[in-house]
């Protein structure tokens, strides 16, 4: 139900634009968020948006860096990295829930999402 696309090897500072393709009715009431899994480490949300797009939530070490986006028209949403670095590497994993953000401490979440990605890797070599 979603794809992601746009991962790969950059270099530190460079930037990525991941997409997340959607094949879910009604995609445009589902809020999505983007997910990310360090090597070794547990994955954990960085960055989520509403339904319709007009809000948008960060967590603190993307935030600047990063911008969430979507286009209902279209079914995507796009994760625009930017200045990356290498603690950004990991697997990027989109994901939709029809709660709206945000989810209490964690504000993007986890348990929340009906639908999930396979993913996508982004490597940053320091």
């Known amino acids: 139900h979603l794809v992601e696309s746009g991962g790969g090897l950059v270099k530190p500072g460079e930037s990525l634009r991941l997409s997340c393709a959607a094949s879910?009715?009604?995609?445009?009431?589902?809020?999505v968020g983007w997910f990310r899994q360090a090597p070794g480490k547990e994955r954990e949300g960085i960055s989520c948006i509403s339904s319709s797009g007009d809000n948008t939530y960060y967590e603190d070490s993307v935030k600047v860096r990063f911008t969430i986006s979507r286009d209902n028209d279209k079914d995507l949403v796009y994760l625009q990295m930017n200045k990356l670095k290498p603690e950004d590497t990991g697997i990027y994993y989109c994901?939709?829930?029809?709660?709206?953000?945000?989810?209490?401490?964690?504000?993007?979440?986890?348990?929340?999402?009906?639908?999930w990605g396979q993913g996508t890797p982004v490597t940053v070599p320091s």
């Open positions: 879910i009715f009604a995609f445009d009431q589902y809020a």
């Open positions: 994901a939709a829930a029809v709660l709206e953000p945000p989810y209490g401490s964690t504000v993007c979440g986890g348990s929340e999402y009906e639908y």
